[in-house]
């Protein structure tokens, strides 16, 4: 439940910039900044964590033990067999999902945008049939692992093995998306159910017409 809570909660905090903007015809926020940021709040106090486990002996590592340091540093030992679990701080695969998703938000919001644009669609609408296919995506992908891959065997070492994608973004994506639409619907909500903001429907004033006067002789 706690991991849940958390994709769906990262889900509607980060994308909800990401979609306003969308709704107002504006710029959406500058993707390196966004990653910039993320990496800012999410990585020193992994690292502080991950360092503490080291000094205390509750991480291991298989050789070369360099290769696993880096692994772990980068949040990408879910794409290494067994380097899940077994190795650095087992609950960080969490984290590498996490960061997967901040690097994917800004192109999602990108894709999202650029085929309203290009199909004429309404923001909201964009948004909730983009979403929907996103969540449709993880569902998919979870259920399948589950079913044919999750007891695969890998050989040991390998690279981006299959019996790993319970642990990648796309198995969570419906979980992030649950989020993400509950940011659509916040953003549209705020704006009381107008993907722009109204324009002002008043006409401009014109100047009052001039009269004739006549000047009585004197």
């Not at 067999?81 to 969490?94: C, E």
């Amino acid at each position: 439940v706690g991991v849940a809570a958390f994709f769906v909660l990262s889900g509607f905090l980060l994308y909800r910039p990401f979609v306003s903007s969308h709704l107002d015809g504006g710029r959406p926020p500058g993707a390196g900044r966004f990653w910039v940021r993320r990496g800012a709040r999410i990585l020193p106090g992994y690292w502080l964590a991950f360092a503490g486990a080291v000094v205390l002996g509750t991480a291991w590592f298989a050789r070369p033990r360099w290769l696993f340091y880096a692994l772990n540093l980068g949040l990408l030992q879910s794409y290494r067999r067994d380097g899940v679990i077994y190795f650095g701080l087992g609950v960080a695969w969490t984290l590498v999902i996490e960061a997967s998703f901040y690097v994917a938000v800004p192109c999602i919001a990108a894709v999202v945008r650029s085929v309203a644009r290009r199909r004429g669609a309404r923001p909201v609408r964009a948004e909730v049939v983009g979403l929907l296919l996103l969540a449709v995506t993880g569902i998919t992908v979870r259920t399948f692992w589950t079913l044919r891959l999750r007891d695969r065997a890998g050989s040991p070492g390998a690279w981006f093995p299959l019996r790993q994608l319970g642990y990648w973004l796309p198995a969570y994506l419906d979980w992030f998306a649950i989020g993400m639409l509950l940011a659509v619907g916040s953003a549209w909500a705020s704006r009381g159910g107008r993907s722009r903001p109204p324009r002002s429907t008043s006409a401009p004033t014109s100047a009052a017409p001039r009269t004739k006067t006549s000047l009585s002789s004197p």
